[in-house]
């Protein structure tokens, strides 16, 4: 074998090498972006799962008399509900359609949140996504509250989000809500107001 022949087989032997190491490189860096990619799905579903919405809710003279976490969970979203100062007894407590609380009457937050358009309470056309269980306000004006609101969810886009465009909000009434009575239960004057969005 001739120089010229070994050297042919040399540059070949060389050219080979090297397609083989790029394309062991090329694969290597699809699978890290293959598992960065896998890396911020997750990321992104646990955030999905832990996100929380903080509300403060405050009376007709503006004071702040409640506040409110809302928690994404798997079966809807759950209502921790702390407040002070308020009239003892039961209260009704219901999501309203629109993430506006201007005084006096809280007019501008409007109807109950009911995105299925059906009726309010315990009926057989109901009950309302935004129906909510009364709260008990304990003789000191104090109340405690946690509920999981199964009909509506946190996640944007979704018909039953409280996360609309124009949001949503939390309403505290002045009398019980029966549960039969349309559209609101007989619930009274909404007492206390707070807005449901991102960033409160």
Do not use: W
């Not at 928690?71 to 407590?93: A, C, T, W, Y």
């Not at 008990?136 to 004006?141: F, I, Q, S, T």
């Not at 939390?170 to 969005?197: F, M, T, W």
């Amino acid at each position: 074998m001739n120089k010229k022949t070994i050297l042919i087989l040399f540059t070949m032997i060389c050219i080979i090498s090297l397609s083989a190491c790029n394309t062991t490189d090329e694969d290597q860096t699809k699978e890290k972006q293959q598992s960065n990619e896998s890396v911020e799905t997750a990321g992104d579903m646990e955030e999905d799962t832990s996100k929380q919405i903080f509300v403060s809710l405050k009376d007709r003279k503006q004071r702040e008399v409640a506040t409110a976490t809302l928690m994404q969970e798997e079966d809807g979203v759950r209502i921790q509900l702390s407040g002070q100062n308020f009239i003892p007894g039961k209260h009704g407590f219901h999501i309203h359609e629109t993430g506006a609380c201007e005084g006096p009457d809280f007019s501008s937050a409007g109807g109950h949140f009911n995105p299925t358009n059906v009726s309010h309470g315990n009926v057989e056309d109901g009950p309302h996504a935004g129906d909510l269980p009364n709260v008990e306000v304990k003789e000191d004006g104090t109340v405690q509250a946690d509920t999981l609101a199964e009909m509506v969810t946190l996640e944007k886009g979704k018909p039953n989000s409280l996360l609309k465009e124009d949001g949503t909000a939390l309403v505290i009434h002045s009398d019980e809500d029966d549960y039969k009575s349309q559209p609101a239960g007989n619930a009274g004057e909404r007492i206390a107001c707070g807005v449901i969005q991102e960033g409160e």
